[in-house]
């Protein structure tokens, strides 16, 4: 084996899912040596991974959520160089392969939902893209809102934000809920609102910084079909409040 | 910037104590720009608190000096960023690789000991230095197996990465007190075969002896008196040289891990004498 040749081949026996002996013998030296690394890469993800989706390794049990683990890292191993962003990576190998991984570990219905929003609390809380203060105004029905970026927009299937950490809900029943996941910047903690759909739709069209504030609420109204009467702007002035005072919304985008 | 004394890496789990309730000789703080880059919230916050009070050296995990991936340029380009916003005087990395066929695999994988290895690693962290801006310095690591036959032991490995790539030295001494017993060396005899001009900074640790067939370097167990001696003969021969305490996982209480600092400062002192 080449000098470097041998990178590819360590690399291979350290994710497979079940490696030959010949193939760390291959490696030289003591082929029980080169499985001290095998199993020291597999723990410091499996323990990235389970600080991440406690929740629903509570609800799959050890054995289930190692499993699927160890899949993710033999069938799509970590490509990114911060380690925080690997549990995002097995979320996308979850998405991915859905329906297979739901099949074979016979996982509850709502258990993709519940490591979305897991992920999503996590994301919140690392987001790290800033909006420069000289570049918002004041909020204004003619300008263009700016939500602050450290917000996750997350639609749900299932109410699994509602769930404790003490495993499988037996009572889970899918109910659609919109979440605004969002960073307090005094405690830096993540917290959530539940968004009626309207509220749902404008912060949706607020994200992509293209309209108008009157633009967005004329929009939203009629996408899940509310007139925009008295009760519903005395309504909409009291929510706008609401997201500048939690720092969610923090006003017009300036030219 | 003059580094100096004794530091500690800037840990989640300590991040708090540190800034409450520090120990008095803490001289610097050590972060690992891959837990800081790209990341809004508490940790930039802690960071920004312990920058007001200590120099911020940076020690990275996963540029893969030794691997044959390209570095990626947003990664270099985000850490030479980073590294300006907190002045370090040099940026280390670990003498291994990380990275192979785009899998990242966290964890510092051992390089064979060979000149090719060498050339490979040099051109490879004069890249780095360029694209930094600041000089860097190369870490000898904790390796269980050595892939083929070397060319070289450690020390010469290290001295002519060093002397080919114009780079610094962070010297472990841990390490190599783990390597030694797990590939039956002396560890002062290779400490002294180091490079020991070129060291910029000294890092020391604890590690699990639990099978003594092949102790491990977890910075997760208090430093053991071996390398406390360790440590002291390396500094009567580099002279002063920052030292730095790693701790990354079971930690003690506060006063165990203070007590451990204060140790090694008067170690530091007692070698500048």
Known sequence: ?255 | MQLHGVGLGLRWALAEDIIERPPPELAFIEVAPENYMRRGGLFPASLAACAERWPIVTHGLTMSLGGTDPIPPDYLATLASFAREVSTPWHSDHLCFTVAGGTVTHELLPLPFTRAAVEHVAVRVMRAQDALGIPMAVENISYYAHPGVPEMDEADFAAEVVARAGCGLLLDVNNVFVNAQNHGFDARAMIAKMPLDRVVQIHVAGHDTSDPALILDTHAEAVRSDVYDLLAFTLRKTGSVPVLLERDDNFPPWEELCAEVARLDAIVREVAR
């Open chain 1, 1 to 255: 084996m080449s000098p470097f040749a041998y990178q590819g081949a360590l690399c291979d026996a350290l994710f497979a899912s079940d490696p030959s002996d010949a193939a760390f013998a291959a490696l030289g030296a003591n082929a029980e040596r080169w499985k001290v690394y095998r199993r020291m890469v597999r723990l410091r993800f499996a323990a990235s991974i389970e600080h991440a989706f406690e929740r629903l390794r509570a609800v799959t049990g050890d054995d289930r959520f190692y499993e699927m683990v160890w899949r993710f890292l033999a069938d799509a191993p970590p490509r990114s160089h911060y380690l925080r962003d690997v549990p995002g990576e097995f979320l996308q190998f979850f998405e991915r392969h859905r329906d297979r991984l739901m099949r074979d570990f016979t996982l509850p219905a709502y258990a993709l939902d519940l490591a979305r929003f897991e992920w999503a609390e996590l994301e919140t809380a690392y987001s790290f893209e800033e909006t420069r203060a000289a570049g918002v105004g004041p909020l204004a029905m003619d300008g263009v809102p700016v939500l602050t970026p450290a917000h996750r927009l997350i639609d749900l299937a299932y109410p699994v934000h509602r769930m404790g950490t003490d495993g499988h809900d037996a009572t889970m029943r899918a109910a659609p809920f919109s979440l605004c996941l969002y960073r307090d910047a005094k405690t830096h903690e993540v917290a959530i609102l539940e968004l009626t759909p309207v509220t749902a739709a404008m912060l949706s069209l607020m994200e992509s910084q293209k309209s108008t504030l009157t633009e967005i609420v004329r929009n939203a109204a009629e996408a899940v079909s509310v007139s925009v009467d008295v009760a519903f702007v005395e309504a909409l002035s009291t929510l706008l409040a609401d997201l500048l005072e939690r720092g969610v919304l923090l006003g017009t985008l300036v030219a």
